[in-house]
């Protein structure tokens, strides 16, 4: 029972509780009959409950009855299942995916968007999304196949079989097929996907936190799949991979490196300036990561610009970075982004 219900069946009683309490001098003699009269509201309640679940019940299996009926002799219902084994749809883990994302600095919170974030997911084929909108696509295009067929679906059946066999008028026979011909179809599931994206930023002490979210349809996320694979590559990913280098990560690899060259060995001892440069430029899809991070000087790094200096130190599965491992079997060259690339590099 609701509370709305229960306060109203609660006040009611007390009202028919009270009258009759003032309809009698002696109420103490009617004990029983005035407790009655409190609890019928309950009652009434529960039973006008039970007769409406006996009716409801009772139409459902009516109506499942007349399906049965129906299913047996529509030849329209007969052509639908046909076209739902012709059509071999793969499935979708899920429809709804979300992406949460922290921004480093409140410049690069303020400045990004959720296309934005989408596109360099899709770009890294990250979670494996790129995958499911493709996936998502290729249903798309053999939904609307189907569709055509199952809206040209048109067997009429004849009068005599509807009055001698299932005894109802046409339109009721109309009504209850077309009711089939729809719960039996293939819905949009099997290509509608969203996606929600989350952006957020924490200061570094945690006193300022902004977060916003949206939530991208299906044909909104086509078109930013279709905008990638025009050829703007790694336009979106660039920017947001030298977003997120901050001082904390320079000062890291600058540490690491003992703050010299690693091409020339000059320091700033020598009258150099020392820059953190990506070994795999983020214009051909680097990563803000320590293993593709590195000290050169400002004459090494103009002189190196965005060219990628050994192929040998990309994963060829995956397109990450080959980094020196250490496992059961002694060291050995593998990809940064293991457990998900399992590739390894042969001596």
Known sequence: MKKKTFIVCFIIGLFLFGWFDGLVDDSSKYYCFSLFLFLLPFILYFVSCGIKKIIIESRKKYITKMERKVMEVSKNYQEVLNLNNKYKFIALDKN??????????????DRVSGSDIIRYYVENNTSDLRSKIELAIKNKK????????????????????????????KEKYLKIEN????KFKVDESVYNIKINVNVYYCSSRGQNRYSKSRTYDFVEIVKIYNDWLKGKNYEVSARLERSIMNDNIRYNVLKRDNFSCVLCG???KDGVKLHVDHIIPVSKGGK????NLRTLCDRCNKGKSNKIENNDSICPKCGGTLVKRQGKYGAFIGC???????????K
Do not use: Q
């Not at 709804?96 to 921004?103: G, L, N, Q, S, V």
């Not at 189907?146 to 299932?166: A, G, R, S």
């Open 96 to 109: 709804k995916f979300d992406i949460y994302e922290r921004e480093y600095s409140l410049k690069s919170y």
């Open 266 to 268: 000059a320091t700033t």
């Open 288 to 291: 803000t990561v320590m293993n």
């Open 142 to 169: 053999l939904y609307d196949r189907y569709m055509k067929e199952f809206l040209n679906i048109d067997v009429p059946l004849e009068d005599d079989i509807i009055n001698d066999k299932l005894e109802i008028s």
């Open 179 to 182: 009711k089939l011909l729809n």
């Open 336 to 346: 940064s982004n293991y457990p998900k690339c399992h590739y390894v590099k042969e």
